[in-house]
Structures are given as C-alpha cells and as structure tokens.
C-alpha cells in the first residue's frame, strides 16, 4: 500500500467508513478541540474539519485515535515492523534464520530515506504562521499550538539526515510575546535528541536550523513519538512503516524540507534566546504554566496543494495519544525489556500521565539457594530503569518479583497494587532518590525539572490480608472530614485544604498518634486528598490524583515512620499527602458553553449524528 501523503490517507479511512466529515463552520478557538474530545471519548471516526472558521485550510484530528484504526492504516507493514524493531534487539535472530528475515531485511534496506528534486507537493505555494487554523485546546492556553509537529534538526558537527532527530515537540504559533507570523517558540522536555542539536549548536555560536513537519503520511507522526531502538533513524522508520521511503530536498537556505508532509515551517534558534512559552493543557491533566523556551525565528512557511492541518487534544488521560502509546506497544512489544537483563516488563502507567507511575516486573535470582527471598537483583533493575532514557523522568517505580505471581499483569492497576501491598515490607522497601530530576511538565516538586523519585521493591511472600472493606471501628481525627476505601488495602481520607509543608507535617503527625494504636494490618496505603469521593470512585481517578500530586521525599509519610542509618521507613501504612499544593499547575476543566454549542453537530442533521 503506502500513502502517498495525508490526504491519500484520509480518502482511504473515509472510504472505509473510519472518517467522518464535519461540515459546519468550526471555531478553532475550544470549539475543534471539544468535538474531537467528545469523539475520542465515544471511541468514534477520525474527524475531518471541512471549514475552520478563518483558515483556508481543512483540519484532521483523531487518525490514531483508536488500535483498531491504527493497524487498518499499518495494516501492510506492521508485522514486518515488529520483527524489523526486534532484530535491533538481537540481529543474531537474522543469521540464524535468514530466509525468513528476507522480507523484513528488504523493508529495512528500502526504507532508506530518498533525497528528491525540489519539484515536489510541498512546494506548492507559502503561507503565514497566522493562514493556519490556530486552534486552542484549552481555556487558559497562551495561544494556538501546533499539537501534531515533527521537529526535524540535525547535528551541526555531523550534518545529514542519517544523523538527524524527528521528535514531537510542541510550538506555539502566536501569543506571549511573540511578533505575529515572525516568531513562534519551541518547547522540549529532558531528555530529547533535539537538545543535544542545541547544545552541539550553541558550543559553536551558531544558530540551529530547525523545519517543522505537519501532517504528510501517518508513518511520518508515528516515527516521531517511537522510542527507537539505537541506531535506527526515525526517517527510515518512517519509510518501513509507510511503505514509502520518505522523501526529502533542502531549500535554498540549507532547511531539510519534507516532500511529503502538508505544511513545513522553517526557522533558525539561536544561542540564549528565550521568549516566554506557555501556558499548556498538558497530557497530565493540567496546565504547563509560563517558562522561558527556546525562540524560534520563522523563515518560510511551505504549503502544498490539498494541505490539510493535523492536530490533536492534549490533555487528561485517556486521549489520542493513549492510542498512540497502544500503537508503540504493540510495535515495540519487549524491546525495552531485552535492553534490561532481568526485566520481563515495564508499563508507564498512562492514567498516571505516564511519567509520574511506572510499574515494573523482574526477575530475583540473586540468592536462590536461601529460603526467604528479598528484593536484590530487582533493585538493581530499578536502577537501571531510573537511568534509562525518558523512563528516568519517573517519580513513583513500582518494580515486583515475576517469581511471586507469574500470571501479575503490569496493566491491571488495581491487581498490580494489591500484589504490592499485600508483599511490602514497610521498613525495608521504599527507597528515595531526592534532588533529582523529573518530567518538565510535572509541577508537583520544587521547580521545573527538579523533585525526588521512589524505587518500591516488592519480593517474597504475602505478609498482609488487605482489607476488602473499611473496618466499622477504624476511626479518624476530626481534623480530617471523611474517608473511602478505593480498592484492597487502599483508603483516601478528606484532609484540609493544603497551606504549606510545615503545616502538613503537623497534620499528618495528628493523623499518625491517632491511627498508630489501632490495628491498621490490613491497611496498606492511605492517600490524603481534597476530594475522597472523587478519588476513590475509579482506579484512574486514584493513581492520577495520588501520583501527579505528589513529590515522594516531600508528600511520603508513613504510620510510626523512622529513619535508620539514612534509610526511611515505616512500621504502619504509607501516607501520600496528595492534595493540591499552592505551587501546582491547575488542573484542565473543560468550557461548559463551548460543550453546549458543539451539542448542534449530534442533533438531527448534523454532521455527527447517530456517533457515540
């Protein structure tokens, strides 16, 4: 198969039935966003914009917004990928067999990227940053994003686009202090290819040319969200993917221009210049507030022919990108855990927001021949989780013995943390890394990129039965207002509103004299909250209130809590103090006048009636 580019991709899903047509002028401002949330939510089609109120141009959202629909546009290359990103793992696999990897090893070789003449698509015409539908997500954002973007730069030591970096990057197009259709600013995290570009760039004094791609083949956006294995390119994986080699020239100014994608926007960073950027609704569910970014001066704004505009909702798991994430798993499969000796499987826990929540499961076969086992081989696999790539952004790590319940699912969130609390040793077993870097998106530690994480090793036998229901003599101090049980061993008690740490320490010290006399043995975890109810009515309200609010080595506490030869540790239940702190992000509330107004498009002839 193979797209030829974006719109090949759309006619095919509409012709499939996986596409729907929006036909009513469409306010980019909240109004795009709403409906793609609402459709997402109802596991609905992929959303084609015909007219965006003030843009010439149509707007796609929702392509990768379910598995289903994912695999039907791989549905030619996606098994071939899985080998081809296997074999990274262990090309030996090819030796061994290689008839069999012949296919895979001919994807592999004509996925090679494609320098092509300038006569392609893209160069059709140009445009202004401001002839783009600026759509805005979200109440409070500083502006229209580009949620879709693939961020092309390459090394300045060593040029060419086998050296280069294809990530996903957010922009924001105008506000702040940006001057209109001239600037836009480029935001990224720890961690990312495109830093290092920066600082190889800023080293030499030189400023970094960086093209943004938006829209072109599906393969295209994908490649830019892969954690790819080391040593292969996310443009030859974006050809494998696609079944097309993904085809590139440069302009006249030296920019890598994409002959495939809809929109290329190119610009130059310099050495220390930083705007204002932000704020953001971000995939944690709140806000990314206001910090200096990288300035990126716009040079051209390439458009072709039949451009569409992609974009997407970012915001509160679940959304598009939790499909995204499906997606990579299922092309990756056990590429991370072959990287980790004794790693069977790790899950960034996506209700969590992903970065704050790892669960883990390893293999603890350090002392095989004693007779009680302890966390020791999985320790020293948690470090090496820690230390690897983006999962090294994680505050919470849950790691347990595959030996202990081989059948344990890192996927089940209730199951997963019943195994925990039913095994933990509270005097033994949390182990905290302080004055560390986390997520940048994460306002929960002591400032942007800075807080404290937490190793939860879990190995031996059960030494706890969890209450399944909260005890009628258990009882607590009338500072707190009430409490829930949210699942087995897991209760969420009403605190004050939070004020400020001191005051949290005199609280949760009240809490402790009062619960350290009563039989708390089957009570594994108590979460201190604003809002008990809401806590504890699903298991993703309770891992994303209690993990994105709060900062291990500041928000842990524990009943008859010690500390022994600089090691933490409790003798009743942990405390997580998971209120909001006057210093976080606020959390994202949708418009309730905007979710009225878009109700027009599912009422009898709209163009979504009879979705969901």
Not at 114 to 132: E, L, Q
Not at 243 to 270: H, L, P, Q
Not at 531 to 539: C, H, Q, V
Not at 547 to 568: A, C, L, M, Q
Request: hydrophobic letters at 40%; proline letters at 7%; aromatic letters at 10%.
């Amino acid at each position: 198969m193979g797209y030829h580019s974006l719109r090949d991709c759309v006619n095919d899903l509409e012709r499939n039935g996986h596409l729907v047509r929006i036909k009513e002028e469409i306010d980019p401002y909240l109004e795009a966003a709403a409906i793609h949330h609402r459709v997402y939510e109802q596991q609905g089609p992929a959303l084609y914009f015909e007219n965006i109120k003030g843009s010439k141009f149509p707007a796609v959202s929702n392509l990768f917004g379910t598995l289903e629909r994912s695999k039907f546009m791989f549905r030619d290359t996606l098994e071939k990928l899985k080998i081809l990103v296997d074999l990274k793992g262990d090309p030996m696999r090819a030796l061994k067999a290689p008839f069999k990897y012949l296919d895979v090893s001919l994807t592999a070789l004509s996925a090679l990227p494609m320098k092509t003449s300038k006569n392609s698509p893209i160069n059709y015409g140009r445009a202004k940053i401001s002839d783009i539908p600026p759509i805005v997500n979200w109440p409070m954002d500083g502006g229209p994003f580009v949620t879709m973007p693939q961020v092309y730069t390459e090394d300045i030591t060593k040029p060419g686009i086998m050296n280069a970096n294809l990530g996903m990057y957010r922009i924001q197009l105008s506000g702040n202090e940006y001057i209109t259709d001239k600037e836009i600013g480029l935001h990224y995290q720890l961690h990312r290819g495109i830093g290092v570009h920066q600082t190889k760039a800023n080293a030499l004094g030189k400023p970094l040319k960086v093209s943004i791609f938006v829209g072109g083949p599906p393969a295209h956006p994908l490649a830019a969200v892969m954690p790819l294995p080391e040593g292969l390119s996310e443009m030859t994986f974006a050809g494998a993917l696609g079944n097309r080699r993904f085809r590139y020239f440069y302009d006249e100014e030296g920019f890598c221009i994409s002959a495939d994608a809809d929109f290329v926007i190119t610009g130059t960073v310099y050495p220390q210049e930083n705007k204002p950027e932000g704020p953001f609704g971000d995939h944690l569910g709140y806000y990314s507030l206001t910090h200096p970014f990288p300035l990126m001066k716009v040079h051209q704004v390439y458009h072709r022919k039949d451009a569409i505009w992609s974009f997407t909702v970012v915001g509160r798991p679940p959304q598009e990108d939790t499909s995204f994430g499906a997606l990579i798993h299922e092309i990756t499969g056990a590429a991370i855990p072959q990287e980790v000796p004794g790693l069977h499987a790790v899950n960034a826990v996506d209700a969590a927001g992903v970065h704050p929540l790892l669960f883990a499961l390893g293999s603890e076969r350090y002392t095989p021949y004693l007779k009680e086992r302890k966390p020791q081989e999985i320790l020293t696999i948690a470090n090496h989780i820690l230390g690897k790539n983006q999962l090294s952004l994680a505050k919470y790590l849950f790691i347990c013995a595959k030996e202990d319940n081989p059948d344990l699912d890192i996927h089940d969130i209730p199951a997963f943390i019943q195994h925990v609390l039913e095994r933990i040793d509270f005097t033994r077993d949390l182990h905290f890394y302080t004055k560390t870097t986390i997520d940048t998106l994460d306002y929960s530690g002591t400032d942007i990129n800075a807080g404290s994480k937490v190793a939860i090793a879990i190995a031996g036998e059960v030494k706890r039965k969890l209450w399944k229901e909260i005890p009628a003599n258990f009882s607590i101090p009338n500072l707190y207002s009430g409490f829930k049980m949210v699942m087995p061993g897991v209760v969420a008690i009403q605190a004050p509103t939070f004020t400020a740490y001191n005051k949290a320490e005199e609280e949760t010290q009240i809490l402790n004299d009062y619960l350290k006399t009563q039989d708390l043995n089957g009570l594994g975890l108590i979460i201190l909250c604003d809002d008990a109810e809401f806590t504890a009515k699903t298991p993703h309200n309770f891992v994303w209130v209690s993990f994105t609010r709060s900062n291990p080595s500041h928000d842990i506490y524990g009943i008859n809590s010690f500390v022994e030869h600089k090691h933490w540790g409790c003798h009743g239940p942990i405390v997580i103090d998971a209120r909001i702190k006057p210093h976080h992000a606020p959390p994202l509330v949708q418009n309730p006048e905007v979710e009225k107004k878009i109700n027009r498009l599912w009422d009898k002839g709209g163009s979504l009636y009879k979705i969901g």
